[in-house]
C-alpha cells in the first residue's frame, strides 16, 4: 500500500441489522473520501480496507439476556466473541460494532478481544458533550434503553441521562424500529419518533437526543452524515455518524482536533 495513503484495515460486525451496515460502509469510505481530497489526492481516492462479519439479526435478537443477570447473556457474548476472533484472524487493526444494541455486552467481553474496539458509546457520550446540554434522551432498543451503558457513558462527560422511560414507552420504540425502520425509514416513523421527543422537551430544556439506535438517523435524510443536528426544535446526536467518524480517526491515525 502507498504510504501517502496508509490505513490500518477496519473490522466490522455488521447484520444488526443490514440497513445499518449498509451505511456504515458507506459512511466510512465517503469520509475517507472526502479527507483524502482535502490532502489533495487524486482520483480514485482511497479508502479502508474493510472486512464485514454480518450475523443473523434473528438468531441474536433471541439470545438476548436482561440487563444485570450476566448468566442469561453467555450465548449471545459468544456469538460476539466469534465474530471479533475472525476480524483478527483476518488481519483486521481495529473493529467496531455498526450496531448500538450489542454494545450492551461490550464490557463483558472486551478482555478477551485481541484487537482495540471503538466503542459507539464513548464516541457519542464525546459528541453531545460538544453540544453544550445537560440532559440526555437515549431513544434506541429495549436492551440500549434498559441498560445502563449510555447512562454511565454520558456521566463520563458530565451529562445526566433522563430517567429510564416507562417499559410500555420502550417497548414501544421497539416496534418502531422493527416496523417503521428495520428495513428503512418512513414519514410515518419519523413523526412517532419526533412525538416521543416532544414528551419530554427540546433544546430549550437543555436536552440533547441521542438517536442510539444506528437505524433511527436514516430518518432525517438530509442529517445522515451529521454527527449533531438540530430539527423541529430539537437537538440530535446521530450515534451511528459520531461512531464512524471514530472509526475512521483510528483507521488514519488522525485525531481530528478531539
Known sequence: MN????????????GMAWPSTIDYYRAICQAANARFLEQ?????????????DS????????LRGIDGEETGWEAYDAILRGVFARLEGAGCDIAAMASNTPHARLHAIRDDIGIPVISILDEAAKAAAVTG???????GTSVTMRGTHYPAAL???GIDALPRLPDPEIDAIQRLIDTEFHAGATAKGREVLLGACKRYGGAESGIVVLLAC????????DNQDDVVFRRDGFVFVNTAAAHVQGILDAAMGDDRGR
Not at 55 to 62: D, F, G, P
Not at 133 to 139: D, E, N, T
Open 55 to 62: 450475523v443473523n439479526i434473528a438468531e441474536t435478537r433471541a
Open 133 to 139: 446540554m445537560s440532559r440526555a434522551l437515549v431513544l
Open 155 to 157: 456521566r463520563a462527560q
Open 40 to 52: 489533495g489526492h487524486g482520483l480514485p481516492l482511497p479508502v479502508p480496507p474493510i472486512t464485514i
Open 3 to 14: 504510504k501517502g495513503y496508509a490505513m490500518k484495515k477496519i473490522g466490522l460486525l455488521g
Open 214 to 221: 444506528t437505524e433511527l438517523p436514516l430518518a432525517f435524510e
